[in-house]
């Protein structure tokens, strides 16, 4: 009965994986943003090849319907909302940003002074599952300030 199971769970990951494409120590799967609807917090930012201090940030993303996605979250003090669309796998384009203006520390203000600044210019999503992790990974890119951000799923 053992040898049923262990024959079976390894027949679900080799199929499962037909699904992937493993590049570099990761499985990357190309989804609608609609597959990342839920909660995500902020794990790894990046900008020009430099991590950046990061506060406790999570994100939000709640399917409205024809590709339109409501965005919110929390950058450290603040709270931000606005709305999000993806008519193309892998594309995303932020609109109608807005934060909460509550103080907090220099360090805390200027990172939500850039995240807000990166989260309005994101053009491209990606989720990765990399190898020997159980969780997801939510990748932002915002090409034209060269910064990603990593986000794993609350």
């Known amino acids: 009965m053992k040898k049923f199971f262990l024959l079976a769970a390894i ?64 950058t450290g003090a603040n709270y931000f909302n606005g709305e999000a669309s993806s008519k193309n796998a892998g594309q995303i384009k932020v609109e109608n940003v807005g934060s909460t203006r509550r103080g907090a520390t220099p360090e805390v203000m ?8 990166f989260l309005y210019g994101v053009d491209s999503f990606s989720v990765e599952k990399f190898e020997r992790q159980a969780f997801e990974t939510l990748v932002l890119k915002n090409s034209s300030m060269n910064a990603y951000a990593h986000f794993s799923r609350n």
């Open 11 to 74: 027949a679900f990951a080799l199929v499962s994986c037909r699904s992937t494409k493993v590049e570099d120590g990761k499985n990357e799967k190309s989804l609608s943003l609609s597959s990342c609807e839920g909660n995500w917090r902020l794990t790894l930012f990046m900008k020009d090849e430099v991590a950046q201090v990061i506060a406790n940030a999570d994100l939000t993303i709640a399917e409205k319907g024809g590709g339109n996605f409501h965005i919110s979250g929390f």
């Open 110 to 117: 200027e990172f939500e002074t850039l995240f807000l600044e």
